[in-house]
C-alpha cells in the first residue's frame, strides 16, 4: 500500500529556478527517502534522512523532515533541463520494505 | 556486479502464457525486493527476500505470482496465465543493510506488456 503522497502531481519550472515538492505520510517512521526515475525505469536514490533529523544537504538538494506533521519537503535549488524527472518519496516503517508515493512529475524548461 | 541487472528489459506477451523475469543483484546484497510499477503509479511492493530466511510474499496480488532466488543471488519472479492487468515495469533492487536504511539500489526493470 501506498503511504506517502506526493505534492504536486506535476511541476513545471524555468532553468535556474528552484523545485520544492512535498510529501506526507500516515504512520511512524525510521527514515524517509526520497528518489529519482527518468523515463519511467531504474529509480535512483537521491537522499535519505532519519526520523530523528530535521534537515539534510546533498549538492544541490535540501530535504526536511517534520515528524509531528509526517511531512518532509524536497528543494532542488538551480534546477537544470537533466532534473527533469519523477520523485519519489519512500517510507521506512521499520519492517524492511519501503512504501512509495505516486510521485511528483518535474519538467525543467530550457 | 556493478549493479542490479535485470532481463528482459522488455517482455511481450500473449494473455494466458507463463513469463519469468530475472534479477541479479549487486554481489554481497543481501536484501532483494520486487516492486511493480504500473502506468504513471508509485511502486507496489511485491515481494522481499533476506539472506536464507523465509521471503516476504505479503505483497504478491495473486497465486499466479511466485518468485525464488537461488543461493543468495539472482532472482526470478515468475507469472504464470498472464492476464492484461498484469502489464507493468517490474523493479528489482537490492540493499546492503537489512532495512534498506543506506538506500536501495534499483535495476532498470522489465516492462511487460500482455496482448
Known amino acids: 500500500s501506498q503511504q506517502g503522497e506526493e505534492d504536486p502531481q506535476a511541476l513545471s519550472i524555468q532553468e535556474g529556478e528552484n523545485a520544492t515538492m512535498n510529501c506526507s505520510y500516515k504512520t511512524s517512521i525510521n527514515n524517509l527517502q526520497w528518489y529519482r526515475q527518468n523515463s519511467g525505469r531504474g529509480l535512483v536514490h537521491l537522499i535519505l534522512i532519519r526520523s530523528n533529523e530535521r534537515e539534510k544537504h546533498s549538492g544541490r538538494l535540501r530535504v526536511t523532515l517534520d515528524t509531528s506533521k509526517k511531512s518532509s519537503s524536497l528543494l532542488i535549488t538551480a534546477s537544470r533541463a537533466a532534473d527533469t524527472a519523477s520523485y519519489f518519496c519512500?517510507?521506512?516503517?521499520?519492517?524492511?520494505?519501503?512504501?512509495f508515493g505516486a510521485g511528483t512529475t518535474v519538467t525543467v524548461r530550457a | 556486479g556493478a549493479g542490479v541487472s535485470q532481463s528482459p528489459s522488455n517482455k511481450v506477451t500473449e494473455k494466458g502464457k507463463d513469463v519469468e523475469l530475472r534479477c541479479d543483484p549487486i554481489?554481497?546484497?543481501?536484501?532483494l525486493y520486487w516492486y511493480r510499477q504500473s502506468l504513471g503509479q508509485g511502486l507496489e511492493f511485491l515481494i522481499y527476500f533476506q539472506g536464507n530466511s523465509a521471503p516476504d510474499k505479503s505483497g504478491l496480488p495473486s497465486d499466479r505470482f511466485s518468485a525464488e532466488r537461488t543461493g543468495g543471488s539472482v532472482s526470478t519472479l515468475t507469472i504464470q496465465r498472464t492476464q492484461q492487468e498484469d502489464s507493468a515495469v517490474y523493479l528489482c533492487?537490492?540493499?546492503?543493510?537489512?532495512?534498506?536504511?543506506?538506500?536501495?539500489?534499483f535495476g532498470s526493470g522489465t516492462r511487460l506488456t500482455v496482448v
Open positions: 554481489s554481497g546484497h543481501t536484501a
Open positions: 533492487a537490492s540493499s546492503l543493510v537489512l532495512t534498506g536504511r543506506d538506500g536501495y539500489t
Open positions: 519512500a517510507t521506512d516503517e521499520g519492517d524492511y520494505k519501503l512504501s
